[in-house]
């Protein structure tokens, strides 16, 4: 059975850093492609970034570029987004996804998905 399992979230003041983590039982995340979406309240899922199997990062969105990094590391099973300047805007629940050897930025192509984690960005 697959599980991804996420930590990290919380409240944290505008301009603020969080790091998110989501590891893996059940499958080798070496093996796939990694990627991180958010959801604000009444709007879709919506891809941020992702780490291909070679290690390369895609993003999906400008507002991550500069701020957002994804990194693994294999011998935990893990991997993580780490969040530097945060932005009120960037208030969402923030999910891990995985089930490819390819990124895509439609979340309709992923097969797992870790259980959610709020970030809220507030003074």
């Known amino acids: 059975q697959v599980q991804l399992v996420e930590s990290g979230g919380g409240l944290v003041q505008p301009g603020g850093s969080l790091r998110l983590s989501c590891t893996a039982s059940?499958?080798?995340?070496?093996?796939?492609?990694i990627a991180w979406f958010h959801q604000a309240p009444g709007k879709e899922r919506e891809g941020v970034l992702c780490?291909?199997?070679?290690?390369?990062?895609?993003y999906y969105t400008n507002a991550a570029k500069g701020r957002f990094t994804i990194s693994r590391d294999n011998a935990k099973n893990t991997v993580y987004l780490q969040m530097h300047s945060l932005k009120p805007e960037d208030k969402a629940v923030y999910y891990c996804?995985?089930?490819?050897?390819?990124?895509?930025?439609?979340?309709?192509?992923?097969?797992?998905w870790g259980q959610g984690n709020q970030v809220h960005v507030s003074s």
């Open positions: 996804g995985t089930g490819g050897e390819v990124c895509a930025k439609n979340w309709r192509l992923y097969t797992y």
């Open positions: 059940g499958l080798k995340l070496d093996d796939y492609a």
């Open positions: 780490t291909t199997r070679g290690g390369t990062t895609l």
